[in-house]
């Protein structure tokens, strides 16, 4: 069973940086894609940013140029380094990998961004 680990939440001020970190249990190269994805209360889980095997990333609009994807094979480990953070940017981080048919979720990280 693949195992998805999240850490680096936390509390931050407007303007400020985190850095998410997304373990893995086994090879991330055995993943079709890799994503980051946030749900604020009363909102619906949206997708915040994708890395798909070959290195690919996109994100959604809300944080092109705020926000980076990345991931260390050595590591097995995803990353999201997030930067200008906005009050809107609080949420609970779920990592997210596919592999074939399966999918798999981390158990959440909460990022919160107030003064």
């Known amino acids: 069973q693949v195992q998805l680990v999240e850490s680096g939440g936390g509390l931050v001020q407007p303007g400020g940086s985190l850095r998410l970190s997304c373990a893995a249990s086994?090879?991330?190269?055995?993943?079709?894609?890799m994503g980051w994805y946030r749900q604020a209360p009363g909102k619906q889980r949206e997708l915040v940013a994708g890395?798909?095997?070959?290195?690919?990333?996109n994100y959604a609009d809300s944080v092109k140029g705020r926000f980076t994807i990345s991931r260390s094979v050595a590591k097995n480990t995803l990353y999201l380094q997030m930067n200008s953070l906005k009050l809107d940017d609080t949420a609970v981080y779920y990592c997210?990998?596919?592999?074939?048919?399966?999918?798999?979720w981390g158990q959440g990280t909460q990022v919160t961004v107030s003064s």
């Open positions: 086994t090879n991330i190269f055995s993943f079709n894609t």
């Open positions: 997210n990998a596919v592999q074939g048919s399966r999918d798999y």
């Open positions: 890395i798909t095997r070959g290195g690919g990333t």
